[in-house]
């Protein structure tokens, strides 16, 4: 079946705009994770997602962040105001079921430039 | 506590040798150990992946070795290949965290020259 997908795949966007990002998870994953991956760096863990449970946003940097999940299917990573700070690759990652020793399959990212 | 560390930044390997990449922990509460790959523009797959209750884990060319009392686990390439050349994360499994965060190491490039 398909994987994860994301989009767009890249974004340019000027300091101070707000960013929109998607991620679509495998169809009949409940739970759904965030990523950010600064150039030369590993994945920084962002918000969670599972069901209908309310997040877990402990990752986000501030309050400029912020994600929603429509039940079990796509979600919406949004950066308000951005900063050049904020450029890097956000990846999504979706699983069965959270937690346990279920595996993530990760989208291949967005790509984020702030000028 | 959260930390993974991980070890070396960048590898050059020939074709047909070994390659190794380490990782430490501090937190005892992770209890799962996956290895991640990444070619340029994809986004992570898992590889390999462990759990404490053994010592070692094996998948074709891919090695897990893990020390518990150490707290150290490593990933081994045999007879490396130029396809194997991509960035490799480890990573750690808390399961005190809600669904299981992942902690990542934070990369091994590896070129595996022809």
């Known amino acids: 079946g398909a994987g994860v997908s994301q989009s767009p795949s890249n974004k340019v966007t000027e300091k101070g705009k707000d960013v929109e990002l998607r991620c679509d998870p495998i169809?009949?994953?409940?739970?759904l994770y965030w990523y950010r991956q600064r150039l030369g760096q590993g994945l920084e863990f962002l918000i969670y997602?599972?069901?209908?449970?309310?997040?877990?946003k402990s990752g986000l940097p501030s309050d400029r962040f912020s994600a929603e999940r429509t039940g079990e299917s796509v979600s919406t990573l949004t950066i308000q105001r951005t900063q050049q700070e904020d450029s890097a690759v956000y990846l999504c990652?979706?699983?069965?079921?959270?937690?346990?020793?279920?595996?993530?399959?990760f989208g291949p990212g967005t790509r984020l430039t702030v000028l | 506590q959260q930390q993974v560390k991980q070890s070396p930044q960048s590898l050059i390997v020939q074709k047909g040798g070994i390659s190794i990449i380490n990782c430490a922990y501090e937190?005892?509460?992770?209890?799962?150990f996956p290895w991640y790959q990444q070619f340029p523009g994809k986004g992570p797959a898992l590889l390999i992946a462990?759990?404490?209750?053994?010592s070692e884990k094996k998948e074709g060319r891919f090695t897990i070795s893990f020390n518990k009392s150490a707290k150290q686990f490593s990933l081994h390439i045999m007879d490396s290949q130029p396809g194997d050349s991509a960035t490799y994360f480890c990573?750690?499994?808390?399961?005190?965290?809600?669904?299981?965060?992942?902690?990542f190491g934070e990369g091994t490039q590896l070129t595996v020259n022809p």
């Open positions: 997602f599972q069901g209908n449970s309310a997040p877990d």
């Open positions: 990573a750690a499994s808390n399961p005190e965290t809600s669904g299981s965060r992942l902690t």
């Open positions: 462990i759990r404490p209750d053994v």
């Open positions: 169809s009949g994953h409940t739970a």
């Open positions: 990652a979706s699983s069965y079921t959270g937690g346990g020793y279920n595996e993530q399959f």
């Open positions: 937190n005892t509460a992770f209890d799962y």
